[in-house]
Structures are given as structure tokens and as C-alpha cells.
């Protein structure tokens, strides 16, 4: 194994596990400020919000990266790195298709806000106060003013979801880049954007080699991250489909404990 330059990680199952309801391990931040100092940027990749991954990472929030809305967006440095935009009519047909389901609830991301209709304020209220992002109510489609960078429509139950997501995938599967993000949420992002697409655009613009990246994942919108990356770890409780993604796959049990193994592996740091 080479010496790593870059560390990132997925949220939601992966750095934030099901049986752990106490939000990010502070230890991680100290390995985050030793990461830096040893000049290894730490990635936290995920499908949310970049409002919402500053906050989560506040105690080291211009210390990192950011991949956000599964790739569509990366900051540094609090400016925008890459960002892919949804084609106009495509969105807006997708949107309709969620609101056709009233089963379903409508996510639509921009760059520093999501929007969610005014008349769902329980769903409203999940996002700002649960989820913990910055969300605009709005009245209708035509009061978004900026360009949508990923659809997704919430479903409170799971169930709602399996039975609507094929039928998303098939009406736009060709058109857009479709994808179960959790057990509640699905995404949809421009065609040809996903985690592993952002990775590439990240290591041209600071210079590091696929090959000198690490990543944690635990679902299928990591897919391409972990395929991407020369170190790609999977989460233990993670999708048993991916253990076969590649023959580069390590398993890990909590992303801290495997950090602090690799840190203390002068051989890989």
C-alpha cells in the first residue's frame, strides 16, 4: 500500500451508523486535524447538503472537503470546485413524477439550499430539525431560482419507497443518474455525475492520484467511489453486493477504529 493523500468518507451508514445515534465520534476530529497536519486532506462525501455537512463537521468545518449531493456538488475552501446541473426540462418532469405520488415528498438541491413545498411543513420540519438542513419552503416549482443539481423524493416509509424506485429508474434511468441513497431516499443527478466522477475532478484539481486515495462506503451510490479509489473500504454492515465490486475491497467495522489502525501504519501515512 502507497502513502495516502487523501481520506474520504460517505455519512449516512457508513461514518454515522444505525446502532450510533450520537452523531459524528469526536475522535474523528482529532484524526481530521492530524490528517491535515501530516498534509492529507480528509473528503466527507455524501448525498447531503453542503450547509448540512459544514455543521456536522463544525469543529473542523475549513479543515476538509467537501462531495456533496452524491457528487453533483464539491467545495473548498467555501467555493464552489465542481458542480453539474440538471437539465431544465428533465428536472422539472422528474419533480412532477414525484408530486404525482402522494406517497412521496420533494427534495430539489441548489448549491446552498433545498427546497421543499410549503404545504408538507412535517416534512419541512424532518429536514431542518432532524436532518439538519437549510430548506426553503416554496409554493411551486416556478419560486426555485436556481439551477437543480439533484431531485429526490423522501418516503417515511421504506416501503414506499422499494415500490416507487424501479419505476423512477426505468422512466429516467436514461436520461439521469438514479439511485437509492438510504432506506428512505432516492436520488436523481445528471447523467455521468456520481461519487466516483467527483473523486476524478477532485484529484485533478489538487493533484492526487486515484491511486493515493482511501475511501469508506457502505451503500450503492459509494459504487463508484470505492471502484474509483486504489483503497476502497466497505462498511461491514454495508451492501453485500459491493464486497465483489473489486478485488481492492477491505472491510471495516467503524470508520474511527480503521483510521486509527492506517494512522498508526507508518507505512500508509
Not at 60 to 83: F, H, P, Q
Not at 194 to 202: F, L
Request: charged share 25%; glycine share 8%.
Amino acid at each position: 500500500m502507497g502513502k495516502i493523500k487523501l481520506v474520504a468518507s460517505d455519512l449516512d451508514g457508513t461514518l454515522l451508523l444505525n446502532w450510533d445515534k450520537n452523531g459524528i465520534d469526536p475522535v474523528l476530529f482529532d484524526q481530521v486535524r492530524e490528517l491535515k497536519r501530516r498534509g492529507v486532506y480528509f473528503l466527507a462525501a455524501s448525498g447531503r447538503q453542503y450547509y448540512n455537512l459544514r455543521n456536522l463537521f463544525a469543529p473542523v468545518a475549513d479543515d476538509i472537503l467537501y462531495l456533496c449531493e452524491n457528487g453533483s456538488l464539491v467545495m473548498k475552501d467555501d467555493e464552489v470546485l465542481v458542480k453539474a446541473s440538471m437539465p431544465a426540462d428533465v428536472a422539472l418532469e422528474a419533480c412532477r413524477a414525484v408530486m404525482a405520488n402522494p406517497r412521496l415528498s420533494l427534495l430539489v438541491s441548489g448549491v446552498h439550499t433545498n427546497y421543499a413545498f410549503a404545504s408538507e411543513p412535517g416534512f419541512i420540519d424532518h429536514l431542518r430539525n432532524f436532518v439538519g438542513t437549510r430548506t426553503t419552503p416554496i409554493e411551486s416549482l416556478e419560486d426555485i431560482p436556481e439551477d437543480m443539481i439533484k431531485v429526490s423524493f423522501y418516503a417515511e416509509d421504506p416501503a414506499d419507497l422499494d415500490a416507487a424506485a424501479p419505476a423512477f429508474g426505468e422512466r429516467f434511468g436514461d436520461a439521469l443518474k438514479v439511485v437509492t441513497s438510504g432506506a428512505s431516499w432516492f436520488d436523481m443527478m445528471p447523467r455521468g455525475v456520481d461519487k466516483g466522477t467527483a473523486m476524478a475532478a477532485i484529484g485533478r484539481e489538487v493533484g492526487i492520484d486515484a491511486a493515493d486515495m482511501l475511501a469508506f462506503g457502505d451503500n450503492f451510490n459509494d459504487a463508484e467511489m470505492l471502484d474509483f479509489v486504489g483503497h476502497p473500504y466497505l462498511m461491514e454492515s454495508g451492501r453485500r453486493e459491493l464486497r465483489g465490486l473489486n478485488d481492492r475491497i477491505e472491510l471495516c467495522h467503524t470508520v474511527v477504529g480503521c483510521l486509527n489502525d492506517l494512522m498508526n501504519n507508518s507505512e500508509v501515512f
